[in-house]
Structures are given as C-alpha cells and as structure tokens.
C-alpha cells in the first residue's frame, strides 16, 4: 500500500494513465482495479483510460465499481475500423464498440470527457489485398459525433523495424501512404470533422501542431470540483508529444492481447 506521505495534500493532485503501454481494460481489468488501490480517489485529479475494447469498465463488477469513484475519468477510445480484421483479430468490429458509447459516456458523465481515436491510419498487403482504414473515417466518425463524441485524435502508421518484421512473420507487407497521399488525407479528415463539429489533434505527426493526449490543462477545466492538476510537459516521451505529467500504472511486460500487428508497444517475440 503506497504510504499516503508520498501525496501530500497540498501538492497537486495527480494524472493516472491506464495505460498507454498495454490495453488494461480490455487484457488485465483484475490487474487494474487492484492497481489502482494504490491511488485511492482522493489523491488522484483524472484517472486517464486507453482502451480499444471498454465493456469490462462499463459492464457490472470490480472495475466499474472502482472506477466510480473517481472524479474524474477521461477515456482515449481507439476504434480504427479495423476490428475482426488481420490487422486487429482480437478487437469487435466497430460497430460494437460505437454501441457501448453511451454507456461509456455516461459512466465518464460527460462526453467531453471522451476522445476517439482513429489511430493509427495503416494500410497493408495481405493475401493480395489492401487492408486500410482511411475510407472508413467519415462513418466512423457520425457515428462517434451522433453519440455525442466530439474529438478525435489520429497518426499514421510508423513503420518501426519490429512492427515491419512481426507482418512478414505473417505474411503481411506493410504499404506506407506517401506525403502526398497524408495531405490528401487530412484535407480528407480535416473536412468530415468540421461537417460533425468534431475537434481533430494529430499524435506526434510531423508538420501538424502538437497536442496533448493528456491534457492537464483540459483536465483541469473539466474537472467537476474545480480541482488542478499539473501542466507541466512530460518527460520521456516523443520529441512532438505535447502531454502533460501522468503516472501510467501499466507494463510494456503485460502482454497486450488484443493482437494488434501494428502496435510499437508490443515486443517482437510472440
């Protein structure tokens, strides 16, 4: 039990981040609600979620229950599009996990408390076809917008030599979008996205503005009780990342199950 010296009161609450390294909700939901003892509500501002898959924080259990009584939850849900496919075996279709939005927004209780990710933007050879996703954003993104989702946040690919290797163990060639076809692209995003009203950052991308995937700065305006957290930028993380001070709870060394071939975080060996 972490000794409640370490957080003193009259510092600033902290960021919790579960967990950009692998996918707690989804792979190790006992993991996290026992984790997170470690942090009890009152010495935590936002508890930040990434996940591709929320039913174990939305369905009835531990999780949920812990997760309640939190302040404030913020949720980074990815949904590339490319759920069920080769790319992304382990993950429903999407149109599954835009059918748990509701649910999700009401257990963060407002939907500016919930980003989409579409991310990253990929697109494959296999078994002679192209596989992608960026012909899919505009009906993704109504349906995010019609269940009152109203940011997105999205990358390209990165063609990191363990993610090349990991596809061609599978027979998978990675097909890289050049300059130009990426300016097409946010030109493409750029316009759907003002069509819905929807706020659209980009992670890490070159020649875009930098954001920030945790914000302590939104955090703290949407925090319910007025309460601050830290803007500090972090450290250790990409040159164009724009995020703020967090603690993430979770271990490259928990292997993510969701399969996701593309996936940095995840090691070559299988």
């Not at 917008?145 to 997105?152: D, L, N």
């Not at 659209?200 to 070159?206: A, F, I, P, Q």
């Not at 302590?216 to 925090?223: D, E, K, P, T, V």
Request: glycine share 6%.
């Amino acid at each position: 039990m972490t000794q409640p010296a370490l957080f003193p009161c009259e510092q600033q609450q902290i960021v919790l981040s579960a967990s950009r390294r692998t996918d707690l909700v989804s792979c190790y939901p006992g993991f996290l609600t026992q984790k997170l003892r470690d942090y009890p509500p009152e010495q935590v501002h936002s508890l930040v979620i990434w996940t591709k898959n929320p039913q174990n924080m939305i369905s009835p259990g531990p999780l949920r229950e812990t997760l309640e009584r939190y302040s404030q939850l913020y949720v980074h849900l990815t949904v590339t599009g490319l759920g069920g496919t080769v790319l992304e075996p382990n993950i429903p279709a999407w149109q599954t996990v835009r059918q748990l939005a509701p649910a999700l927004i009401a257990l963060a209780r407002r939907p500016e408390r919930i980003t989409w990710r579409f991310d990253p933007i990929v697109r494959c050879m296999a078994q002679g076809h192209l596989v992608g996703n960026i012909e899919m954003f505009d009906e993704i993104a109504s349906g995010m917008a019609a269940a009152g989702i109203t940011s997105c946040r999205t990358s390209w690919v990165q063609p990191y030599r363990k993610v090349l290797r990991r596809m061609e163990r599978k027979g998978i060639s990675l097909v890289p979008h050049n300059e130009q076809e990426q300016k097409n692209h946010v030109q493409l995003l750029e316009q759907t996205a003002a069509a819905l009203g929807m706020s659209l950052h980009y992670c890490s991308v070159e020649c875009c503005e930098r954001s920030s995937c945790i914000d302590g700065a939104l955090l703290n305006r949407l925090h319910p009780e007025g309460k601050i957290c830290s803007t500090k930028r972090a450290k250790g993380q990409r040159k164009l990342c724009g995020c703020t001070e967090s603690i993430d709870v979770g271990w490259y060394s928990q292997k993510c199950l969701n399969g996701c071939l593309y996936c940095y975080a995840e090691p070559l060996v299988e």
